[in-house]
Structure formats: C-alpha cells, structure tokens
C-alpha cells in the first residue's frame, strides 16, 4: 500500500455519462497530480493541485474538471464520455510542488466506456 | 510541446547482464529527472530524483546519471535479475512539480 488511495479501482460506463473519481493523497502530502494512460500512450499530465488552489495546467479536455477539497483529496469530474476516455486514470502526491519531489502513484483507475 | 524520449522502447536481457538505457528531454529551463520503475499490475514507484548536472545516483544494483547540458540520463542496472523485470519511467519536472513522462522502457529478464 504506498498511502496514496484511489477509488473506484474499476469503472464501467456508458458513452455520454459522467463519472467522478476519487483520491487521497499520502498522510502529508500536500500536492496532488491526476494523469491518463490510454492505450500505447505514456502517462499524460492533466492537472495539479496543490493545498486546494490549482498549481499546473496538461492537455485536460473541457470536458473533464478537478478540484482539490480542504482535506485534500481530490475529485477528477470525467463527463459526456467518449468511447476514447477509457483509460487508466492514476492519481499521484507529493510533499510539495516542485520539481524536486518524487512521486507516490495511487493504484489507478481503470475507466472503461461502452 | 516539451517531449522525453526513451530508448529502446523493449530490451530482453539474460539473468546476470548488466543494461542500460537513455532519456533524453530537453535541455532548456532543466529542473529536474526523475526514474520510476512500473511493475506490471503495480504503481510506478519512484527510483531517482536528480536535480544538478553530472549527478550520479545509485541504489543497489541501480545507479543513475545526468547530463543536462546535452539533455540526457542515463540508467544502468548491474547483473540484471528477474525481479528487475518492469517498465522504467524517465520524467521531466516542470517548475510546479507536474512531471512529462516519457513512454518508457520495457525490460524483460530472463532467467
């Protein structure tokens, strides 16, 4: 368990939906990072938050939101689904925002639109 | 649009030999390199994280450079075991902390 919770860990859903994931980021870990890996891609950078304020900015479509709440976890909004969304969706922590600060990865997500 | 590059993609070793691979990413504004290592069915978990040009990093069997002049690092693993077998990840950290990821490099170990 690296500390870093992320549920649900499988999600199946319908094209046009909307779907909320949900992750907790390492006890201390004040920054929080979502990314997506689709098929023969690399893990894509889509947002970052830190200590609830919006830090960093991937290729997140307008379709999909996020928000970091006072506790710290933090919600990625997937809605009107594609078939082309379905991924794996990894939320990762890290003690602050910089570049110096590894990561711990969740255990992903796995979205599937039908 | 900043890209890091991995090479090879997929590298088959026998047990006991030493490899290497590179990434490459760009070598302006550097912040800094990360290493992941990514079992199949795990998370990625964090190996290295370099900062300064001509670091070098070692853990274990596994050991690290960087050139961010010429915009590249290196990662050796000496006397490669089976349970080394998983995908490397180099990463490129921007100055808020979000990392670009390169593809990866698949190592199998055979025993």
Redesign the interface.
């Known amino acids: 368990d ?1 500390g ?1 919770t992320q549920t649900p860990k499988h999600l199946i859903t319908a094209t046009g939906q909307r779907v909320t994931l949900r992750c907790s980021p390492r006890s201390g870990d004040l ?1 929080v ?1 979502w ?1 997506q890996q689709s098929l023969d ?5 889509l947002i ?1 938050y ?1 200590n609830g304020e919006e ?2 900015k ?1 290729n997140i479509l307008e379709r999909f939101s996020a928000q970091q709440f006072p506790d710290l976890h933090s919600e990625l909004n997937l809605s009107s689904l594609e078939l082309g969304d379905s991924a794996l969706y ?1 939320c990762a922590s ?1 003690v ?13 997500t796995r979205l599937t639109v039908v | 649009i900043l890209n890091v590059e991995q090479s090879p993609q997929s590298l088959h070793v026998q047990e006991g030999d030493s490899t290497n691979f590179t990434c490459s990413f760009p070598s302006s504004n550097f912040y800094a390199l990360h290493w992941y290592r990514w079992e199949t069915a795990k998370s990625p978990e964090a190996l290295f994280v370099m900062t300064l040009n001509g670091d070098e990093k070692k853990k274990g069997r596994i050991s690290a450079t960087l050139n961010t002049k010429e915009g590249y690092s290196y990662l050796y693993i000496k006397g490669s075991q089976p349970e080394d077998s998983a995908t490397y990840l180099c990463a490129y950290g921007g100055s808020q902390g979000n990392l670009i990821f390169g593809k990866g490099t698949k190592l199998s170990v055979k025993p």
């Open positions: 690296s870093v920054s990072y990314y891609q690399g893990l894509q950078f970052q830190y830090r960093a991937g990894f890290s602050a925002a910089g570049p110096g600060y590894g990561y711990t990865f969740g255990s992903g």
